[in-house]
């Protein structure tokens, strides 16, 4: 929980990593995450190369232009729960450029079993993707998958702008099945473009906790997004 500093935070950026700003409860990894450990090579995208993806961009944009390459070392999902099977975590947030659904999907049942509370997962809508080769569709991907282990469905916001106010047709559950049946029969031909969202998910055996999203809504104190400040005393009482 976001309301006690000995709460940690662990971030896997390959790319942008010297840009995050250093937080006693915050450690950041340079390597990405995927389905399996090594090395590839990543596309540099966007400013400073903050759109970054293992897969080459799907279309054409102002975000895309003058990639370059760059060697990255993996991690495997799968290594990294296991590193962590003696935590409770509360929360797992990917936003993986077109490869979040291949690494969270890469470990199946092993999520539940490890007792990662919820999630929230950048996803594609209406089977349009941003990167070539990126299954991570939520309709076609994420929402079976994440129901056969165990997840219930609980939103879908915009990635940029509106983040708090969940999108009709994928405010719970329930709306979503009925939405994804009618998508899945209209969008059958994949498509290009952006198309971003935010997904949120709940473990089926964590009860739910109060109104919409407002649990899933962690992050540093700053002046636009108000939140738990600690001295740094409260940090050092930590182990």
Known sequence: PNDNPCT?????????????????ALHVVPAAVSPESGWATMNLYNKDGRSSSLSKASYG??????SKLKVV????????????????????????????????SSVG???????VKRLITEVY???????KGANNDLCKDWLPHMT?????????TEMVGDEKTLIEGYRNNKEIVETCKKSLLENTVEKTGL????????????????????????????????????AKEDYTKCN
């Open 148 to 156: 056969s282990i165990g997840y219930v469905f609980e939103g879908l």
């Open 61 to 66: 944009a102002y975000w895309n232009k003058n």
């Open 8 to 24: 940690i935070a662990l971030a896997f950026e390959p790319i942008v990593g010297h840009l995050i700003r250093d937080h006693p």
């Open 195 to 230: 198309n971003e969202y935010n997904a949120f998910w709940r473990l089926k055996s964590e009860p739910t906790v109060g109104m919409g999203i407002d649990i899933y809504q962690y992050g540093t104190h700053s002046s636009k997004k108000p939140g738990y400040k600690f």
């Open 109 to 115: 049942g092993y999520l539940a079993e490890t007792g």
């Open 73 to 104: 070392p993996l991690i495997s999902f799968k290594n990294i729960l296991d590193s962590l099977r003696n935590y409770k975590i509360d929360l797992i947030l990917t936003d993986m450029q077109g490869h979040d659904f291949a690494s969270v």
């Open 125 to 131: 809508k209406d089977n349009i993707s941003s990167y």
